[in-house]
C-alpha cells in the first residue's frame, strides 16, 4: 500500500521560512515525479512546485517562484520545500503527491497518491 506522508508544517510569521517535508513508501520512490500542491480556505487546490524523477527538472507556480525550492533525497526517499518569505497568500493546507500519468505537470488527475496535507498558516 502506498502511503504519502507530509510534515514541517505551522504557524510563522509574515517574511518567515519553513521547510516541508514528503515521504512516501510502498513504492520506487526514484521512480516517480512528485508535486507539492495547496489548498487555502474558500479556493480550489492548485499546484505549486513539481520535480522530476532525478531531480533535474523543476518547476513553480508564478506565485512562489524565487521564494520556494523543491528538492528530493531519493536516498532518503523524501521530497522537500523549502519556503522562503512567506506571506499571508502562502496560508493553506500543503500537500504533496506522486505523479503516476504523463502529461502537465498541474494536473491533480495525473497524481495517484496523495498526502493528508500539513498546514501552514503565515500571520501579518
Known amino acids: 500500500k502506498v502511503q504519502v506522508v507530509e510534515s514541517g508544517g505551522g504557524l510563522v510569521q509574515a517574511g518567515g521560512s519553513l521547510r516541508l517535508s514528503c515521504t512516501a513508501s510502498?513504492?520506487?520512490?526514484?521512480?516517480?515525479?512528485i508535486g507539492w500542491f495547496r489548498q487555502a480556505p474558500g479556493k480550489e487546490r492548485e499546484g505549486v512546485s513539481y520535480?522530476?524523477?532525478?531531480?533535474?527538472?523543476?518547476i513553480y507556480a508564478d506565485s512562489v517562484k524565487g521564494r520556494f525550492t523543491i528538492s528530493r533525497d531519493n536516498a532518503k526517499k523524501t521530497l522537500y520545500l523549502q519556503m522562503n518569505s512567506l506571506k499571508p497568500d502562502d496560508t493553506a493546507m500543503y500537500y504533496c503527491a506522486v505523479k503516476t500519468g504523463s502529461g502537465t505537470w498541474n494536473d491533480q488527475n495525473l497524481y495517484d497518491y496523495w498526502g493528508q496535507g500539513t498546514q501552514v498558516t503565515v500571520s501579518s
Open positions: 520535480i522530476n524523477s532525478d531531480g533535474r527538472v523543476t
Open positions: 510502498g513504492l520506487t520512490f526514484a521512480d516517480y515525479a
